[in-house]
């Protein structure tokens, strides 16, 4: 079948021509006025996609180092309290024991100065049992010659003096 070009050109349809020639400029349309901005736009969003991208994953090494460092400072007043726990206890033990020789000095203080007393007052009671001892002679004394004495007699006085010689005031108490 051999076909000629004259043929052809009667025989095609010049509807579908014109279709098709409005079909190009619609393309070219479309390209020039849609296709251009809906790319340039899906570029700039793209774009601004990547930065906001960039700039979380800056933000999550920024937030990971501002944790490693609040994690330092951390360990660090731990440390801190620490030492301060340890200065205080030492502190306080060493309170504790100034404490404890300061009341032993005091009550060492306390016992020789009781001591003291009960050494001056067992001098004093000594004194006036001396004292009571000698009043005590001297009466016996004063009975005896005062008349005659007879061996009875001197005893029974002696007795009477045993007597009236109150006990508890010759005990000699430490």
Avoid at 8 to 30: A, E, P, R
């Amino acid at each position: 079948m051999s076909f000629e070009w004259g043929t052809i050109v009667k025989s095609i349809n010049w509807t579908l021509v014109f279709n098709l020639i409005n079909f190009v400029i619609l393309l070219y349309v479309l390209k020039r006025l849609l296709f251009k901005p809906a790319i340039a736009y899906l570029d700039k969003r793209r774009e601004m996609i990547a930065g906001r991208m960039a700039s979380a994953e800056a933000s999550e090494k920024e937030a990971a180092s501002l944790v490693e460092e609040r994690a330092r400072e951390l360990a660090s007043a731990r440390e801190r309290a620490q030492e301060i726990v340890e200065s205080a206890r030492a502190r306080s033990a060493e309170t504790i024991e100034e404490a404890k020789r300061g009341a032993r000095t005091e009550a060492e203080r306390i016992v020789a100065g009781a001591r003291a007393q009960m050494t001056q007052e067992r001098d004093e009671m000594i004194r006036d049992l001396r004292a009571a001892y000698a009043e005590i002679a001297v009466l016996g004394a004063e009975r005896v010659l005062s008349r005659e004495v007879k061996i009875d007699d001197h005893r029974r006085l002696l007795d009477q003096l045993v007597a009236e010689i109150d006990d508890d005031a010759l005990k000699v108490r430490p």
